[in-house]
Nanobody, 124 residues
Framework: QVQLVESGGGLVQPGGSLRLSCAVSGFPLDVYVIGWFRQAPGKEREGVSYIRTADGYTAYADSVKGRFIISRDNVKNTVSLQMNSLKPEDTAVYYC?????????????????WGQGTQVTVSS
């Protein structure tokens, strides 16, 4: 059974950092794309970053480039998102998801499995 579990969300002040983790179980990590998405109230779900676990290729949305870092641990079957220099506009529920094909890694409709989400709130 495929399962994704996010952790690491919370409340942080502007300029602070958080590290999100996504634990993947049910199949090995090196056969697909894992993406991080976020959804703020009243907004559509948007792609934040993704990693192609077979070769480590990564990509970021312009809004987080230079501030967020995605990484994977193939031994622990986890993918992490290090978020630095957080801004109030980063406030959202963050989700990790698995895309078995990797054709449109920033399109949430292409993803096959989703975690339950973790809340990130950036506020003073």
């Amino acid at each position: 059974q495929v399962q994704l579990v996010e952790s690491g969300g919370g409340l942080v002040q502007p300029g602070g950092s958080l590290r999100l983790s996504c634990a993947v179980s049910g199949f090995p990590l090196d056969v697909y794309v894992i993406g991080w998405f976020r959804q703020a109230p009243g907004k559509e779900r948007e792609g934040v970053s993704y990693i192609r676990t077979a070769d480590g290729y990564t990509a970021y949305a312009d809004s987080v480039k230079g501030r967020f870092i995605i990484s994977r641990d193939n031994v622990k079957n986890t993918v992490s998102l290090q978020m630095n220099s957080l801004k109030p506009e980063d406030t959202a529920v963050y989700y990790c998801a698995v895309d078995l094909l990797g054709l449109e890694p920033f399109n949430p409709n292409q993803y096959d499995y989703w975690g339950q989400g973790t809340q990130v709130t950036v506020s003073s």
